[in-house]
């Protein structure tokens, strides 16, 4: 294991478990509606990668990428779109694929970004939920996993866009980042 990485939290076999079950209810919801998953960039294209092929249904995917880390862990609460969606998501049934919820505030900013363009439907898929006390209260229709409230890293999660590679899910070491 690398020596930035504490501890393995969630393992290869876990992780595709669950996603065939998140897969599985996703769907048995979407049954006859127009599926639009929207990726949020970089963290989620592992998660949607495994998910889009665990899902049955008809759909069409879709990517936004926003900025509210920069290359430190510390969130800034400003988020700005730095790619928008190619295609209209008018009258659609959009899910949103995340790969974490740490305080909420990236998901608050999309979801109002989002539904103001008059989807049909307009759903959250997040692969990890941090157990963040100060997290905004928000709906996640489809959650995979809580995880402490530690910095998380693999399968698309990144430190500094480092890690995104790794096939399971680590806690980096907690010196690396509690230095302020
Ligand atoms: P939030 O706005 O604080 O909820 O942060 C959400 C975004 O920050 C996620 O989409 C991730 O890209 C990133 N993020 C938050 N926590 C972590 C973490 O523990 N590891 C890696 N990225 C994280
Ligand atoms: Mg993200």
């Known amino acids: 294991m690398d020596e930035d990485l504490e501890r393995i939290l ?8 669950r996603v065939k079950e998140l897969g599985e209810s996703i769907s048995k919801d979407y049954q006859g509606k127009e ?3 929207v990726g949020i960039l970089r963290g989620a294209i ?5 998910l889009a092929r665990e899902i049955n249904v008809p759909m069409k995917v879709d990517f936004m990428a926003v ?3 920069g290359s430190s862990t510390k969130t800034s609460g ?3 779109i730095l790619k928008d969606l190619d295609d209209d998501i008018r009258g659609k049934d959009v899910l949103i694929v995340e790969d ?10 999309l979801l109002k970004n989002l539904k103001s363009r008059k989807p049909a439907s307009l759903k959250v898929c997040s692969l990890l939920k941090k157990e963040n006390k100060q997290q ?3 709906d996640i229709d489809y959650c995979g996993f809580k995880v ?13 866009e480092k890690y995104r590679n790794l096939s399971c899910i680590y806690v980096l070491k907690p010196e690396l980042y509690n230095e302020d």
């Not at 974490?100 to 900013?109: H, R, S």
């Not at 402490?148 to 500094?160: A, Q």
Request: aromatic content about 12%; charged content about 25%.
């Open 10 to 17: 969630i393992g290869e076999k876990e992780i595709k478990k």
């Open 35 to 37: 599926l639009v998953l």
């Open 46 to 50: 592992i998660f949607l990668a495994d």
């Open 67 to 69: 900025s509210s880390y």
């Open 78 to 80: 400003v988020v700005r």
């Open 100 to 109: 974490i919820v740490d305080t909420g505030l990236t998901l608050k900013y």
């Open 136 to 138: 905004i209260s928000l």
């Open 148 to 160: 402490p409230d530690n910095f998380i890293v693999g399968y698309g999660l990144d430190w500094d």
